[in-house]
């Protein structure tokens, strides 16, 4: 069980971030490898919330200026465990290829579309989330890109933050740039930079791909050398500019 601490309120979310340089919340922090890829035991704020404090402080700021324009800005999906990456990477796998008869490298193909390899994914950082507009009564599923577009129901809340989340360090990861390879476009996800940016430093800086190839879930025989480094470069790595 991750360990978390869950604050309703904070001194910080009073100060507004849209008057404060971002570039002053930078930090060279030497991160483990455990923290980058979702096996330490980080404290994680807000309930439901569940990001770093620096990032959670960030979003109660984002969120209230929001609601005065009628969007309240609810997070789905936030902090992720190597546990939980893993289980849904096996649900995915073995749906795909028990039920679906995809040989495994089609399976795996169509898993990395949205979803990540365990260990790699941003969600372990407690800087990224997913979110809807709290105040639409949700159905079916809810992240779905064409529900961010045009009339769908989450289209104020995208072009909101189209507007304003950079204001509060909050950046769209996996952009709708054609050129951009690797994942594909979620108008949902969001990273705080501040934090996000040098975690993905120390990311790089980590020999990654040795330590993937020593994990054992479901599917994970599959992976040869040429496959990661090639996942990482695209996956991982071709992203919103800024937040490299």
Not at 25 to 38: A, K, P, R, S, V
């Amino acid at each position: 069980m991750k360990r978390r601490s869950f604050i309703k309120n904070s001194s910080f979310a009073s100060l507004a971030l849209t008057t404060t340089p971002i570039s002053i919340f930078q930090h060279n922090l030497d991160y483990t490898i455990e923290e980058l890829m979702g096996k330490a035991d980080i404290e994680l704020f807000g309930e439901d919330i569940n990001l770093k404090e620096e990032a959670y402080d960030a979003f109660l700021n984002m969120r209230d200026v929001a609601l005065d324009s009628g969007i309240d800005i609810k997070i789905v999906s936030s902090y992720r465990s190597f546990e939980r990456q893993a289980q849904i990477f096996e649900r995915k796998y073995l749906s795909y290829t028990e039920e679906s008869n995809m040989i495994p490298l089609d399976a795996i193909d169509k898993i990395v579309e949205y979803s990540t390899i365990p260990g790699t994914s941003r969600h372990h950082w407690g800087t990224d989330m997913d979110i809807i507009d709290g105040t639409v009564e949700p159905q079916g599923d809810v992240l779905v890109t064409e529900k961010f577009e045009g009339k769908g129901p989450y289209s104020p809340l995208k072009e909101w933050m189209d507007k304003n989340s950079e204001s509060f360090g909050f950046y769209l990861v996996y952009t709708d740039d054609p050129k951009r390879r690797g994942f594909k476009y979620e108008p949902w996800h969001y990273s705080y930079a501040p934090l996000s940016k040098p975690m993905l430093t120390a990311f790089r800086s980590k020999n990654i791909m040795k330590q993937l190839e020593k994990e054992e879930f479901i599917g994970s025989d599959q992976f040869t050398s040429g496959f990661l480094k090639s996942y990482i470069e695209d996956n991982v790595l071709d992203i919103n500019p800024y937040l490299l």
